[in-house]
């Protein structure tokens, strides 16, 4: 029996923090994902490539999705009921479409994790890197006696998505401001220079 079930009703998407991809357009829309996190995006997916009516008017065409999803042990990992429809994406949209699993930890039956599973965690040296390919992020010079340094790239449209465990939540952006407080940015994506407009967290 498989219970993997987090929707979100059509008003979260027309209002909320959801409704704000719907007031922006972006060329680049980053997920991240921790444990059954994943299935909030998976409708999202779902809508953005196999729309009865697209989700926003944000997710056109020209929209590229990336999807890292981190789990605690390859047991734990989506079922195939999910992961064959990031299969068909990959298939059908691959240049709008990468996604990336990985594992904390094997189980103790298993040696190596599952083939396209990656044994680590999503930290800043791996988001960087996945930032970096996808031109969110850029190197830049840092002169004859510096060593090069890693910037936003200010002309790229991007909003960043977290779901999952407070844990992954403050790693990746910080503490949950508190009621009335100003919206700030910290963990990684504060490190790399994400602003808060830019950062949703589910």
Request: a neutral charge.
């Amino acid at each position: 029996m498989i219970f993997w079930i987090k929707r979100y009703l059509e008003e979260r998407y027309r209002t909320g923090s959801l409704g704000r991809l719907e007031r922006e357009e972006c060329d680049e829309i980053i997920m991240i994902g921790g444990g059954t996190g994943v299935t909030a995006f998976t409708q999202i997916l779902h809508e953005a490539f196999f729309p009865s009516r697209p989700v926003t008017t944000s997710v056109n065409a020209r929209t590229h999705f990336t999807l890292l999803h981190c789990h605690r042990t390859p047991s734990q990992l989506p079922p195939s009921e999910i992961t064959n429809d990031f299969a068909q994406y990959k298939e059908t949209d691959g240049h709008r479409f990468t996604e990336k699993a990985y594992v904390d930890d094997l189980d103790s039956d298993v040696d190596d994790p599952p083939r396209g599973v990656t044994h680590g965690l999503i930290d800043k040296k791996e988001l960087e890197k996945v930032l970096l390919q996808r031109g969110i992020l850029k190197r830049e010079s840092g002169g004859i006696w510096s060593t090069d340094k890693v910037v936003r790239n200010p002309e790229k449209k991007v909003k960043v998505l977290v779901c999952g465990p407070e844990g992954l939540n403050v790693s990746m952006a910080g503490p949950r401001p508190k009621p009335n407080a100003l919206p700030q940015i910290g963990g990684i994506l504060g490190e790399l220079g994400f602003e808060p407009s830019q950062i949703i967290r589910l």
